[in-house]
């Protein structure tokens, strides 16, 4: 069932909002990504099914990159924009159909992880059948953590942009303290696999409440203050904003696989590890320090009754 029938089916009424979409996004994954969406909304599958698809779509791309010969690499890179592209579709089959689960959230994120995860063990198993000695998965381990701490920021800094746009219904901005208590009011026994997926998720959130607090501390404030964001505090968060958003774009999936395509074919792999724990982790310093200043800033203007109705 669509999720507003009498509502007309648009592109932009599959995304969350417009102004977050980078320009492939914008102009590929997402156009062709919704003709897919549109194509199943009247059947069957669901988007968690979706998402199983793309994530073994993805791990088979990830071991494309163990073999060395440009074919195989080839089949790696396409085959993990069809992963992405799946990826796009599974949200935008949930906004069309109202098909929505904090399973299928965590299981979404869950999923770039495990294509990663194996382009990381396949280029490393490549190195060493080239004569790299077995650290190499320390570099690869490492690598793999900077790009999970990325990750998890770039999808932070998406959810307090939908909350300063779209308001508290149209973002995912979830706290820690209120995961653990539904966490606590779950059963093992009854409710065994959303527990489960409460438990990894409520530290995710921690995780990145720790590395940007003003961003719990600017949502209670508003959430105390007010029924809905005011427009004028809307309009200040896009103004300082503006240039931050690259931050978001960078850390995320269109960032970083350009160069993980581009480290690949040139059969130079291993300055991929280089360039996630070294520029894209400077990438994440700034992006945080950038998102600090901009809710410092709206903190700042709130305490002042900049946004009370005058």
Known sequence: MDAEPNKKITLESSLKAIEIENFLDRYFYRPVAFRIALALRHTSITPNMVTIVSIIVGMTAGSRFYYSDI?????????????????????????LTGIKSKIGRILDGFAGDL?????YISICLRLMNEGWPAWIFLLAVLSGYSHSRQAAMADYFK??????????SGSELDDSASLQKKYLQLSWQKEFWEKL???FYRFYTRGQEDLLPQANTVRSAVQVRYSSIPQSMTADFKKLSSGAIQWMHTLAFNGRTPFLFAFVLLDLPWLYFVFEIVLLNLALILGIKSYRKILSQLNLSLQKGKYDEK
Not at 71 to 95: E, H, K, M, P
């Open 115 to 119: 294509w990663f995860a194996t382009a």
């Open 159 to 168: 959810n307090i942009h939908l909350f300063f746009i779209k308001g508290e």
């Open 197 to 199: 997926f409460q438990f």
């Open 71 to 95: 074919y195989s690499n080839l089949a790696g890179v396409l085959l993990l924009v069809l992963a992405n592209t799946l990826d796009c579709v599974d949200g935008q089959l949930a906004r």
